[in-house]
């Protein structure tokens, strides 16, 4: 499986700015995905990153609030934009390799908004 | 879009003895149902999955059914060991590999 890693693991931040995320992958990957998992809830998909298009983002989620770029087939970014206290949450993305349906996930990014 | 529904919340199981835990989904295009287990402050790990064309898949202790005409499948862990305690989710996706989650059994073994 590839080896995935997310900066930063974790982040307090003041109510109002903005965070970015990493993701990078050891190897190319044919999907890469972003997952919301608030505190002691289950994971939620905010959008599959396309590279060198635009993000496919699911009901609820728009680009405004959660910029996602990724400009190659091992590397993805996302944006926390405006946030408020409700966006503290874990933040994970993950990807999908090869030709099979298999998932595997980053270590997450622990967001806490103030 | 798919709902996937999973049974129970919680799960206490003496060691040694079994773990079963259910998930329904609503798409019935929906055909890859892999199972997560996280552990505390850690990442969702696959401990297995089936895809649509296979009814029963074993990995040691842990097998997973799938009943395509109901829409239901479910984890069976055997000899439950204190190790086996985590938070398990259920998935569900369809040819587009976006995954819809359960919403997780907790579950503990008790030594």
């Known amino acids: 499986s590839a080896v995935i890693s997310q900066k930063p693991s974790r982040d307090i931040c003041q109510r109002g700015t903005s965070l970015t995320i990493q993701c990078q992958v050891d190897?190319?990957?044919?999907?890469m995905f972003w997952y919301r998992q608030q505190p002691g809830q289950s994971l939620t998909l905010i959008a599959t990153?396309?590279?060198?298009?635009?993000?496919?983002?699911e009901s609820g989620f728009v680009i405004d609030k959660f910029p996602i770029s990724r400009p190659n087939l091992t590397f993805s970014t996302l944006t926390v934009s405006n946030m408020s206290p409700e966006d503290s949450s874990i933040y994970l993305c993950?990807?999908?390799?090869?030709?099979?349906?298999?998932?595997?996930f980053g270590p997450g990014t622990r967001l806490t908004v103030l | 879009g798919e709902n996937v529904e999973q049974h129970p919340s919680t799960l206490s199981v003496q060691e040694g003895d079994s773990a079963v835990i259910k998930c329904t989904y609503s798409?019935?295009?929906?055909?890859?149902f892999p199972w997560y287990k996280q552990e505390l402050g850690k990442r969702p790990q696959l401990i297995i999955d089936i895809r649509s064309n296979v009814g029963e898949k074993k990995d040691q202790r842990i097998a997973v059914t799938l009943n395509k005409t109901a829409k239901h499948f479910s984890l069976h862990i055997t000899e439950t060991q204190p190790e086996d305690s985590a938070v398990y989710f259920c998935a569900a996706s369809t040819r587009d590999y976006k995954l819809s989650f359960g919403a997780g059994t907790t579950v503990t073994v008790r030594a």
């Open positions: 990153a396309n590279q060198g298009s635009e993000a496919t983002y």
């Open positions: 993950s990807v999908r390799t090869g030709a099979t349906d298999t998932q595997y």
């Open positions: 190897s190319q990957v044919t999907m």
């Open positions: 798409d019935s295009a929906s055909n890859y």
